[in-house]
């Protein structure tokens, strides 16, 4: 079983930057993959960024040129490097492990999920 700590969520206006971590603990073995997904109210939840043990890494078109990934892989953890910030950005973030091989943002491809950090982006 793997679960996260997960931190750096806040509120910030347009054209800020956040910068949120996610620490995963337990059975860390499993995971070859680890990406973050968002849910804004009353819309389905999207991937966002993820990246892989080799450190390839994949991105959604809304966020590249925006959003930066990256993994220290010796404590388990990613990073999810939010410049130039939007209203539109405002959602849930959620932190999620799978055992793919490959940086992927489909959401069956992960098996462990955080329990999620707000972030609010005023216009």
């Known amino acids: 079983q793997v679960w996260f700590v997960e931190q750096g969520g806040g509120s910030v206006q347009a054209g800020g930057s956040l910068r949120l971590s996610c620490a995963a603990r337990g059975y860390v073995e499993s995971t070859y993959s680890m990406a973050w997904f968002r849910q804004a109210p009353g819309k389905q939840r999207e991937g966002v960024a993820s990246i892989d043990n080799s450190g390839d890494i994949a991105l959604a078109d809304s966020v590249k040129g925006r959003f930066t990934i990256s993994k220290d892989i010796s404590r388990h953890t990613i990073f999810l490097q939010m410049d130039d910030l939007k209203p539109e950005d405002t959602a849930t973030y959620y932190c999620?492990?799978?055992?793919?091989?490959?940086?992927?943002?489909?959401?069956?491809?992960?098996?462990?999920w955080g329990f999620g950090t707000q972030v609010t982006v005023s216009s």
């Open positions: 999620a492990a799978g055992g793919s091989f490959y940086a992927t943002l489909v959401e069956s491809e992960y098996n462990s």
